[in-house]
């Protein structure tokens, strides 16, 4: 099965004051940075969701996919974006990451496809002790029309709609490699864990 990667970037940032939370520098380098080098060499191909210039990620060399559905509809608009972009690159599936969670597991993609194995439209989310991790899964290019229609229909809630396709759960014991950067707190922790 072919993979792409999209990181997902494309929200408001509003606990971090607003911007580009993967632009923030982490141990002297943007915190994309870091999220790439551990998701490139799982994937086929990468790409990064976000809105608006997509010219302040040039230096990066990634295609920027921005949302299809209007007014920041969370999580489910990014991964729809990059099922689209997916699709027209010939690639079956996505793996999805968070832009502001750089410790996430090096064998990401591997575990949420061997969960997924013999599903004929494969579906799996991160999930910890601590819960499921929403915004890092393995989403099936086939199923893009029906997450369009689900948004179109106001639907948010990104477990509402893998529940709805029966998604299954990767488990990951370690809850901090999904530590995510939302405050300048927590970036400050992030430095220390590095």
Do not use: Y
Not at 32 to 39: D, F, G, N, S, T
Not at 138 to 150: E, G, I, K, S
Not at 152 to 165: A, I, Y
């Amino acid at each position: 099965m072919s993979i792409a990667g999209v990181i997902l970037a494309g929200g408001q940032a509003t606990r971090m004051g607003g911007g580009d939370k993967c632009l923030l520098p982490l141990g002297g380098a943007p915190m994309l940075e870091r999220i790439i080098a551990r998701l490139a060499p799982q994937v086929d191909a990468l790409a990064l969701n976000a809105n608006g210039d997509a010219a302040r990620f040039e230096r990066f060399g990634l295609p920027v996919v921005s949302d299809s559905v209007e007014g920041f509809a969370g999580p489910l608009a990014g991964v729809l974006a990059g099922l689209d972009w997916a699709a027209g690159e010939g690639h079956e599936a996505i793996v999805t990451a968070a832009g502001d969670t750089p410790f996430f597991p090096r064998d990401l993609a591997a575990r949420l496809c061997e969960t997924a194995e013999g599903m004929v439209h494969p579906l799996a989310l991160a999930a910890t002790p601590d819960g499921r991790q929403p915004t890092f899964g393995l989403w099936p290019v086939a199923l893009r029309d029906d997450l369009r229609a689900a948004l179109q229909s106001g639907l948010r809630k990104v477990v509402m709609w893998t529940d709805t396709h029966r998604g299954r759960m990767a488990e990951f014991p370690d809850s901090g490699a999904f530590f995510n950067v939302n405050t300048p707190e927590d970036l400050a922790t992030a430095e220390a864990m590095l």
